[in-house]
């Protein structure tokens, strides 16, 4: 394995000298077993007392042989040590070009960094996407809430002091609070969900209870029927649900009844 020199900021091209010194330390292993097998070669020549010429022309002949061999491996490790280089240089990470692996071990290395360099891209495309949504979210979300400040501003400005208006309005601004609270508390629901057997009935009921100005103010009719039974569910997201429906249909309904049950039995 060729190592970056450490702490220093690298050009384009790799420094050579510092290349190699790097090259012959990763292969000096290879080089003590080459430099080996020629003196056991030349051993044995001495031991059948054998001239010098043909001792030195075979030393010559495998020097020759691995010569061609030796520089293709160093040209090889050049070209990947200069493509990760180039890699590291990269402002924006992308699937990089590592290009052919000579081995099993370089091979797996390969494998192993795009399986991780795939799941970091996945998890930022979703994050984008989760931000987004986040965005979208909170502009709705500030358009909505200016509606009840913007009637308390105007009735500050015509001196209207009726109680039953002001409490819709604060009522209407607590529960966009809550709104943005929970979907806050979205992202780790998991984590923080308890489930638990509810009865439906006094869930229902404390709902309707905290929107009752509203519901008076507009003389509206509560029909709660059907919700004897129990279910498994996490209360304060099953609340939550209750009191955003009925603050809607608070909202959207001028005159009539309210109804809240369960169709089929439980």
């Excluded at 031991?47 to 030393?59: G, Q």
């Excluded at 601004?173 to 709104?179: A, F, H, L, N, R």
């Excluded at 507009?218 to 939550?240: A, C, E, P, Q, S």
């Amino acid at each position: 394995m060729i190592l970056l020199l450490p702490g220093k900021e690298w050009a384009i091209k790799l420094d050579k000298k510092y290349f190699l010194i790097c090259y012959l330390k990763d292969k000096y292993k290879v080089m003590v077993v080459f430099c080996g097998l020629i003196v056991c070669n030349v051993f044995m020549y001495f031991l059948y007392d054998v001239r010098m010429e043909p001792i030195l022309y075979t030393t010559f002949l495998l020097i020759l042989l691995v010569l061609p061999f030796a520089f293709r491996d160093l040209r090889n490790t050049y070209q990947k040590c200069e493509r990760l280089n180039n890699i590291k240089q990269a402002k924006l990470p992308a699937m990089p070009n590592l290009g052919a692996a000579d081995t099993l071990v370089e091979e797996s290395y390969q494998q192993i960094v795009k399986e991780i360099l795939q799941t970091w891209q996945n998890e930022r495309a979703n994050q984008r996407k989760i931000n987004a949504e986040r965005d979208d979210y909170y502009t709705l979300w500030t358009h909505q809430i200016k509606t009840p400040v913007y009637s308390m501003d105007l009735m500050l400005q015509t001196g209207d002091t009726t109680p039953s208006k002001w409490k819709t309005e604060l009522l209407q601004i607590s529960c966009y609070i809550d709104m943005a609270l929970k979907y806050l508390q979205l992202e780790n629901q998991y984590s923080g969900l308890f489930l638990e057997r509810v009865e439906l009935l006094p869930l229902a009921q404390e709902a309707i209870k905290k929107h009752s100005v509203v519901l008076i103010s507009k003389r509206l009719k509560i029909d709660l029927h059907d919700l004897n039974g129990t279910v498994l569910t996490d209360r304060k997201w099953l609340l939550f649900i209750l009191e955003q429906l009925v603050s809607s249909a608070a909202k959207y309904t001028e005159q009539g009844c309210i109804s809240i049950y369960q169709p089929t039995p439980l």
